[in-house]
């Protein structure tokens, strides 16, 4: 033999080191997996204001073109109008509650 000597007390202290550092490494990747997703939904809300202000700029951009030279009527209605109904159909989607109604497991034999 080598003359290399390992105690069942050392091997269990080893084992304990390593699952010790599998833990930790574990708790790491959570805690950056959690910053990381963090990070994505805030990036997504400014992307959506952003959206929102570049749309909504738009369309009083359009607006202000048809009013501010008159034409015709129906023109001003349609100008007016269509982006009064696609947002007061984001609203109503948006405050409206849903519910799922899904039936309980093993409910019916």
């Known amino acids: 033999m080598n003359g290399l000597t390992v105690t069942p007390t050392?091997?269990?202290?080893?084992?304990?080191?390593?699952?010790?550092?599998?833990?930790?490494?574990?708790?790491?990747?959570?805690?950056?997996?959690?910053a990381a997703e963090a990070a994505r939904s805030g990036a997504r809300?400014?992307?959506?204001?952003?959206?929102?202000l570049f749309n909504a700029g738009l369309i009083v951009a359009v607006q202000w073109v048809v009013i501010a030279h008159p034409g015709s009527p129906w023109l001003?209605?349609?100008?007016?109008?269509?982006?009064a109904l696609f947002a007061s159909y984001a609203l109503t989607r948006a405050m409206t509650v849903t519910t799922v109604d899904t039936a309980k497991r093993g409910g019916r034999r």
């Not at 050392?10 to 997996?33: D, E, H, N, T």
């Not at 809300?45 to 929102?52: A, E, K, P, T």
Request: hydrophobic share 65%; net charge positive.
């Open 10 to 34: 050392q091997i269990l202290a080893g084992v304990g080191v390593l699952l010790v550092l599998f833990w930790v490494w574990r708790a790491g990747s959570r805690r950056a997996k959690a």
């Open 45 to 52: 809300l400014v992307s959506l204001v952003g959206r929102v």
């Open 76 to 83: 001003l209605f349609a100008v007016l109008g269509l982006p």
